[in-house]
């Protein structure tokens, strides 16, 4: 498909587990961000990659969570030690220019992580 | 810090009606403001967009002012349909970051009857 993919759709976990989200962005997109949304909250911001750099890891909520882009395509969110409050929607958007360039970013339609 | 403040949901109104959701948001300098769309089992997806004090953004017979002085972004539709139930959020971009970094708002859903 042309639009960005994640995978996969549902999760569960135990708690303590160890979790791996997967984000395709749309081809040839240069920016890939993640955002964590909680039930009936809007999306919050967890970090953002430039091709393969990652560039903005500010929203990371603790060192368990951490991503990576290694060929500045596909994009794993993973998250060490799963504890209850993890569980949230996952979402993870693209868009065809880097940094300020002013473009709309394309989101998937998420991963949801329920963490029992 | 910077936040985005929207009323909260659901509204329920009928076919035809008139819809407004209203927004503020804290934020130094000039951000650029944005609403998304939640159609049942779907992304989101931008619907539209302003990126200065005055602009007006517009799709799909909806609208939204850039209001500097009130530091609003209301969102309003003068007829709505059924097909516009969804949860509507408002964002916010602050000045020099990507559009992609984005603000919410916790999003109003909202249910158009027929």
């Known amino acids: 498909g042309a639009g960005v993919s994640q995978s996969p759709r549902y999760k569960v976990a135990k708690r303590g587990q160890d979790v791996a989200l997967r984000c395709d962005p749309i081809s040839g997109h240069v920016s890939l961000f993640w955002y964590q949304q909680a039930l009936g909250q809007g999306p919050e911001f967890l970090t953002y990659?430039?091709?393969?750099?990652?560039?903005?890891k500010s929203g990371l909520p603790s060192d368990r969570f951490f991503a990576e882009r290694p060929e500045g395509s596909v994009s794993t969110l993973k998250i060490q030690r799963t504890q209850q409050e993890d569980s949230a929607v996952y979402l993870c958007?693209?868009?065809?220019?880097?940094?300020?360039?002013?473009?709309?970013?394309?989101f998937g339609q998420g991963t949801r992580l329920t963490v029992v | 810090g910077n936040s985005v403040t929207q009323m909260e949901g659901p509204v329920t109104l009928s076919e035809e009606a008139f819809l407004t959701i209203n927004c503020t948001y804290t934020?130094?300098?000039?951000?650029?403001l944005f609403w998304y769309v939640q159609y049942p089992g779907e992304g989101l997806q931008l619907l539209l967009k302003?990126?200065?004090?005055?602009d007006k953004g517009s799709n799909k017979g909806f609208e939204a002012t850039y209001r500097k002085e009130t530091t609003s972004f209301h969102l309003e539709k003068g007829s709505v349909q059924v097909s516009d139930s969804a949860v509507y959020f408002c964002a916010l971009s602050r000045a020099g970051d990507s559009w992609g970094k984005l603000q919410f708002g916790a999003g109003t859903q909202v249910v158009v009857t027929p």
């Open positions: 302003a990126t200065k004090a005055d």
């Open positions: 990659f430039q091709n393969e750099a990652q560039l903005d």
């Open positions: 934020a130094t300098g000039y951000p650029s």
């Open positions: 958007a693209s868009s065809p220019r880097p940094g300020t360039g002013n473009t709309e970013a394309f």
